[in-house]
Nanobody
Framework: QVQLVESGGGLVQPGGSLRLSCAAS????????MGWYRQAPGKERDLVAR??????NYADSVKGRFTISRDNSKNMVYLRMNSLKPEDTAVYYC??????????WGQGTQVTVSS
């Protein structure tokens, strides 16, 4: 059974930083393309960062501010977010990334950027 558990969200001021964590079970983060997605109120869920064994990719809106990484030994995926903006406010989820079809979604972790 696949389970993805996100954590590390919270309330942060504009310009601040957060590190999100994703604990995976039932799936190996080392052999799958993994990604972080986000969904703001009233909007679709979008992929913002993707990691494979060969590369990392980012949405233009977060490029240069967010960094995705993974620890294969712990089966964890991380998202370091710097220079946060109010428009980064969303629920963040991790899951497999293209070319893979997403597996069951976790609860996500809320990130709120506000002064």
């Amino acid at each position: 059974q696949v389970q993805l558990v996100e954590s590390g969200g919270g309330l942060v001021q504009p310009g601040g930083s957060l590190r999100l964590s994703c604990a995976a079970s039932g799936i190996s983060v080392s052999i799958n393309a993994m990604g972080w997605y986000r969904q703001a109120p009233g909007k679709e869920r979008d992929l913002v960062a993707r990691i494979t064994s060969a590369s990392t990719n980012y949405a233009d809106s977060v490029k240069g501010r967010f960094t995705i990484s993974r620890d294969n030994s712990k089966n964890m995926v991380y998202l370091r977010m710097n220079s946060l903006k109010p428009e980064d406010t969303a629920v963040y989820y991790c899951n497999t990334a293209p070319p893979h079809i997403p597996v069951s979604w976790g609860q996500g972790t809320q990130v709120t950027v506000s002064s």
